[in-house]
């Protein structure tokens, strides 16, 4: 069942922003800003992820990959994975996830392993 009034503020609304250019820039702005808040926001969640590992355990003391943590922080030095910046690696050799700097490429298996690993093999 249609109802015809709300299609009619919907197709105001429309005709609201396609007239006034300085409305939809106002519109548009206002998404960008929330864009940038939630990417704040999270930013800010990683860190007070940061502060807790840093308060639970030294940067030596390996994180259970299975715990919530082992998935957002490098097992071997707990640094934190950003998106984009920083990928989590997978380890081909003990299957938890390192960041760059705890892993090297192989090319000959197209996978990485992590230092720990790399010195048993
Ligand atoms: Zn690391
Ligand atoms: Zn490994």
Redesign the pocket.
Known sequence: MTRPVEEDCDSQLAQQLSLLSETERKHVLMVLHRDGDLRRHEERRLKELQKQIDQQEGPSVPIDQHSPLGQFC?F????LFYPIIDKRLLCRGCHYF??????TYEHHTGSWLCSQCQKQW
């Open positions: 490098c071997l030095c707990s640094r390192v960041c760059h700097g705890c892993a």
